[in-house]
């Protein structure tokens, strides 16, 4: 599933306009009937007040049609006309000729004070935000402003037609004010907005409605757009497990990392690739270490490395034999230590092609030995938080936070890695391929150990002959739902990193 912006759209509903000969009336027709269905399916209380607040462009046209259907559908509905019918042009225009001919009731805002407004407002039930649709720009201005901040104090429930009014379709940037939505009927498909920024705030429920936009054509000229991981893509990408298969089937990985301050960090992610099926996982951690892990994870293998003060020797991964591993994972725990980089250098010497994922310090160390990564044969994962991945690029956070798949793209492009940027959405960037948007996350997630769980998992896949894009689909994927399932169960303040572990196999179990 494709996610697009304003003028991806806006393009695609004039191919549909103007190549396939759907005229943009009809088109709106269907969009009002889907937001019409959207509450027939939900709301069977006929005495129910409806309130559909409607903008001027093509957005205030869907609410038009919407209301009309509703009216016929003997709904409790009024229709609020904000700015003045003198400005309705096109489709809108076609449909409030088309709401006026029927004979139907509306108030606009000249008609009416504004105290008015708000005892409508509060006395709603449901409200129908048809205010600004994927057109909205810049700093919401009047009359929407202060209607907007009516809306979110009242208990009304808000249904979004298309996007919540003051949300931006291409940035998911709210400035100062937008809808904050109970549910958002999207059309033709979801807009990168609602898995940018603020986006996630404000949409609620999403779901798309067709609206005879054809979406197959869509797909064969949008193929730059990034893809939402869903349910299916996830199914259709994990590794498949034969049964005549034994451990050598599922590979063998190693975890390094660890210092005398961070000992469970490579234990989460070693346990992580351990019950999402990996063949055999060795952990190569200082061994001062060894003691503790091996006790939490006795089913590893391990490798002691020799400590200096209170990290990893970085002369001590010589010894490791890496062509015994199928794929290496690097960085969580390591600390950041003087000279700490020589592991990396270590490391791209001593491998051949296998792939490589770099997490948590291992990032920190990356900065200065990024011609490594372009020189080596193999694929190379890098997973950044905003944090690390400013600190990569020299720049600030907010920079980071406010052009996401702009700054991955960009880094997986001119360095030949693949890009796992964390987040609330958290995105995949294939070096000149594909990108990836979860649309799933939770803040209980948002607790140290979390990402080292998520390293595991690519480290498993990859292990279980995944590609590494297979692999980092599916490992954020899982990593999110295990989180949002298991918060579900034990509150969103108390899901562990073993407990998201825990909650793979249940995730997993529901694929279809
Ligand atoms: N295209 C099609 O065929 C179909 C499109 N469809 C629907 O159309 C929607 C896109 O329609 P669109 O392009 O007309 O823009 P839309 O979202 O109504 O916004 C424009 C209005 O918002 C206003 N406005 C903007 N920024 C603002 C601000 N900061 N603060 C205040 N006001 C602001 C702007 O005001 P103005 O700048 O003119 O003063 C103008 O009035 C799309 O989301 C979907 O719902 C469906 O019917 C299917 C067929
Ligand atoms: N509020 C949140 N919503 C969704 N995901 C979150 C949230 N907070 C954290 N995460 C996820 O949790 C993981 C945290 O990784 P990271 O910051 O590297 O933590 P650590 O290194 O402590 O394990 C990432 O996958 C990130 O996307
Ligand atoms: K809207």
Redesign the pocket.
């Known amino acids: 599933m494709y996610i697009g912006g ?1 003028q991806d ?2 393009a695609l ?2 191919f ?2 103007e190549q396939v000969g759907l005229p ?1 009336a009809v ?2 027709e ?3 009937s889907a937001i019409v269905s959207a509450v027939l399916s939900s709301y069977h209380d006929l005495d129910a007040r409806i309130l559909v607040l409607a ?8 609410g038009f ?1 919407a209301t009309r259907k509703l009216c016929d559908h003997g709904y409790n509905v009024e229709l609020c006309l904000l ?1 003045k019918e003198e ?1 309705l042009k ?3 225009l076609t449909h409030f000729l088309v709401y006026k001919n029927r004979g139907l009731p509306y108030s606009t805002m000249a008609t009416m004070d504004k105290d008015k407004l708000q005892s409508k407002i509060n006395c709603a039930t449901i409200i129908i935000d ?16 202060s209607v907007i901040e009516m809306v979110n104090e009242s208990t009304a429930y808000v249904l979004a ?3 919540p ?2 949300l931006e ?1 291409d940035t998911g940037l709210v ?1 100062e004010l937008a809808i904050k939505a109970d549910r958002t009927v999207t ?2 498909m979801p807009k990168k907005g609602f898995f940018l920024q603020d986006g996630p705030m404000y949409i609620g429920e999403w779901e798309i409605a067709d ?1 005879s ?1 054809p979406y197959q054509l869509a797909e064969k000229s949008t193929q730059s757009l990034p893809r939402l991981i869903t349910n299916g893509d996830v199914y259709a990408q994990l590794p498949k497990r034969p049964s005549n298969s034994h451990k050598g089937t599922f590979g063998h990985g190693i975890v390094i990392g660890g210092s005398s301050s961070y000992v469970e960090a490579p234990i989460y992610s070693a346990k992580a690739a351990f019950h999402s099926g990996i063949g055999l996982v060795t952990l190569a951690v200082p061994e001062e270490n060894y003691t503790i892990s091996a006790s939490q994870l006795p089913e590893a293998l391990y490798i002691k490395l020799s400590n200096k003060e209170d990290h990893i020797s970085p002369a001590s991964l010589s010894d490791i034999s890496f062509s015994t591993y199928k794929a290496i994972a690097i960085g969580p725990g390591l600390s950041r230590f003087k000279h700490g980089g020589k592991i990396l250098e270590i490391l791209f010497s001593k491998c051949q092609d296998q792939p490589i994922i770099i997490d948590a310090d291992g990032l920190f160390y990356l900065k200065d030995y990024l011609h490594l990564v372009k020189e080596y044969k193999g694929p190379v994962i890098i997973t950044p938080h905003p944090g690390e991945m400013a600190a990569l690029l020299e720049c600030s956070v907010e920079e980071i936070e406010s052009n996401r798949l702009e700054v991955a793209k960009q880094f997986a492009k001119e360095h030949g890695v693949y890009v796992l940027l964390k987040g609330h959405r958290s995105i995949v960037e294939v070096p000149d391929g594909n990108t990836w948007v979860n649309p799933h996350g939770h803040d209980a997630l948002a607790r140290g150990g979390s990402g080292d769980v998520l390293t595991g998992l690519i480290l498993s896949f990859i292990c279980q002959h995944a590609s590494p894009e297979q692999a980092l689909v599916c490992a954020t994927f899982l990593h999110a739902r295990a989180a949002e399932v298991k918060a579900k169960k034990l509150s969103h303040y108390s899901v562990t990193p073993n407990a998201i572990i825990e909650g793979i196999p249940e995730i997993l179990n529901d694929m279809r």
């Open positions: 304003r759209l806006a509903d004039q549909t306009i943009g088109l709106m269907n969009a009002g903008g001027n462009g093509n957005n205030g046209g869907d049609v700015p400005t096109g489709d809108a048809a205010m600004i649709g994927s057109g909205m720009q810049g700093i919401i201005k009047d009359p929407f402003r037609v298309d996007i009014s003051g379709a400035t059309f033709v609206i936009v």
